[in-house]
């Protein structure tokens, strides 16, 4: 449990002073409030989705309908939280005068805390409707991001998120499984800290 001093404080995991306007690629995980696995599970190493994961996979997929800015690259539904590769366009990149919040501190629009914003407040919506849960956590408030450098990063990072169903039960975010603080990859690597910075106890009370 967090000290008293930092319960109900908000930490920012984003990179400092970074533009996330800018043009390039994002290796994107949002994971479940409390890590509850809502969306479905694996079987034989394949994740067979539920009505929710479903309605997930979806709307990560309408991203791209409504936006024209961002392209989307590898994505995968897990039991407990999403992977995906965000790409915003060389032309959103450019228009770079508007800052990355407005003046109320809110994520300004085309931004990337916007896109996945949206993208949750979606999901989570029409997962609530379906389940008669209106008002319900879905997600962890916050989300995960990794800045890709490379085409041949990009490349890694596709590989890695193909392969996660099959990883499984060595997955950070696996409530059951074998993982050890030990990454087994360099991605994995994002998690263990992610988890470090965000505790259990920092996701209730957020229905976004």
């Given at each position: 449990m967090?000290?008293?001093?930092?319960?109900?404080?908000?930490?920012s995991i984003?990179?400092?002073?970074?533009?996330?306007r800018?043009?390039?690629?994002y290796?994107i995980?949002?994971?479940?409030?409390?890590?509850?696995?809502?969306f479905?599970?694996i079987?034989?190493?394949?994740?067979?989705?539920?009505?929710?994961g479903?309605?997930?996979?979806?709307e990560?997929?309408?991203?791209a309908?409504?936006?024209?800015q961002?392209?989307?690259?590898?994505f995968?539904?897990?039991?407990?939280?999403v992977?995906?590769?965000?790409?915003?366009?060389?032309e959103?990149?450019?228009?770079?005068?508007?800052?990355?919040?407005?003046?109320?501190?809110?994520?300004?629009?085309?931004?990337?805390s916007?896109?996945v914003?949206a993208?949750?407040?979606?999901?989570?919506?029409?997962?609530?409707e379906?389940r008669?849960?209106l008002?319900?956590?879905?997600?962890?408030?916050?989300y995960?991001?990794?800045?890709?450098?490379?085409?041949?990063?990009?490349?890694r990072?596709?590989?890695?998120?193909?392969?996660?169903?099959?990883?499984?039960?060595?997955?950070?975010?696996?409530?059951?499984?074998?993982?050890?603080?030990?990454?087994?990859?360099?991605?994995?690597?994002?998690?263990?800290?992610?988890?470090?910075?965000?505790?259990l106890?920092?996701?209730?009370n957020?229905?976004?």
């Amino acid at each position: 449990m967090a000290p008293d001093s930092q319960r109900g404080q908000r930490r920012s995991i984003r990179l400092r002073g970074f533009d996330y306007r800018e043009a390039g690629a994002y290796f994107i995980t949002v994971c479940t409030a409390n890590r509850q696995c809502v969306f479905g599970e694996i079987v034989d190493g394949a994740m067979a989705l539920n009505e929710f994961g479903k309605i997930v996979e979806e709307e990560w997929y309408r991203t791209a309908i409504l936006r024209s800015q961002i392209s989307l690259d590898a994505f995968v539904v897990m039991p407990n939280h999403v992977h995906g590769v965000i790409r915003l366009d060389e032309e959103e990149g450019k228009a770079r005068l508007a800052p990355t919040v407005d003046r109320f501190g809110r994520p300004a629009a085309g931004s990337l805390s916007t896109i996945v914003g949206a993208f949750k407040s979606a999901s989570t919506k029409r997962i609530n409707e379906m389940r008669f849960t209106l008002g319900a956590s879905i997600w962890q408030r916050n989300y995960f991001e990794h800045i890709i450098r490379d085409e041949q990063e990009l490349n890694r990072i596709g590989e890695y998120i193909v392969a996660n169903p099959a990883r499984w039960s060595e997955d950070a975010n696996n409530p059951n499984g074998s993982f050890s603080v030990q990454p087994q990859s360099e991605f994995d690597e994002i998690f263990v800290g992610a988890r470090r910075a965000l505790p259990l106890s920092a996701t209730k009370n957020k229905s976004q």
